[in-house]
């Protein structure tokens, strides 16, 4: 009884399923409300005092906001400014390059060619340069820096090198080059390298020198080698 009680007394769950009337809802172009609604809506509107009343153009225009830069100085810039201002101090050739656009393997092969000849070549952003040379003796290489400036520098004065690596890429067009402590241009370099260096000269001055003093040896004993010559053949006629 109890069981039939409860079967007749239990309320299911109704199942619901909403059905849109007339279609679907346009949201692009929604549909305008009521006018009674509409007015309301439009009183209910929010507004603001925008923050440029009363304002002239000038002082809307933002290119004449002054800008106060940070005085906030990167110590990783600093550390890599102090280096590259030891790599023009201990290089007795620099090369400075303008590069044109290439891809990453021609800038790496190029990097190679240099690294295989003992040369370094580098790429640095004008403030870090700036804080490299300024007040130094390279100064005047900020005339000629831009974002795109790239530089070699060499320990040792191979301008022959540089040279003949610089023809292999023609992104690199070379504009100007410091050597043993002198800015030069492109056409100096250019005869510099015509020039020996100073060990092949040396070597060619001192086998000069020992060619004089030979002849000149073979000149003063010659009499004496020819008078020992025929006192040994009258020797040997007299003996015979």
């Known amino acids: 009884m109890l069981l039939l009680r409860k079967s007749f007394l239990e309320v299911g769950n109704p199942l619901l399923q909403t059905v ?9 172009k929604p549909k305008p409300p009521h006018f009674e ?3 309301y809506l439009a009183i209910s509107k929010p507004w603001f005092i925008s923050k440029n009343k009363d304002k002239t153009s000038v002082e809307l225009c933002r290119k004449n906001v002054s800008r106060q830069k940070e005085g906030i100085e990167n110590p990783l810039q600093r550390i890599i400014a102090q280096e590259t201002l030891t790599f023009f101090q201990s290089s007795k050739l620099i090369g400075f390059y303008h590069a044109n656009p290439m891809k990453a393997s021609e ?15 580098k790429g640095y952003g004008r403030k870090t340069m700036e804080m490299a040379v300024k007040g130094t003796h390279y100064e005047a290489i900020l005339d000629i820096w831009i ?3 790239m ?4 320990p040792e004065p191979k301008i022959k090198e540089l040279l003949r690596i610089t023809r292999r890429f023609h992104q690199l067009v070379l504009i100007a080059g410091v050597y043993e402590g002198h800015f030069m241009n492109v056409e100096d370099l250019t005869k510099y390298s015509t020039i020996l260096n100073l060990e092949t ?3 060619m001055l001192v086998h000069t020198l020992n060619a004089s003093a030979s002849k000149l040896h073979r ?11 025929l006192l ?3 020797k040997k006629q007299l003996s015979d």
Do not use: Y
């Open 147 to 149: 974002p795109h400036t």
């Open 20 to 28: 849109r009337f007339r279609g679907k809802i346009n949201v692009q």
């Open 201 to 203: 000269a040396q070597a």
């Open 219 to 229: 000149q003063l004993n010659s009499h004496q080698t020819s008078l020992l010559a």
């Open 107 to 121: 800038q790496f092969k190029a990097f190679a060619m240099f690294k295989k000849e003992g040369m370094l070549l």
């Open 37 to 39: 609604r509409a007015k």
């Open 151 to 154: 530089v070699v520098f060499s």
């Open 232 to 234: 040994e053949d009258r």
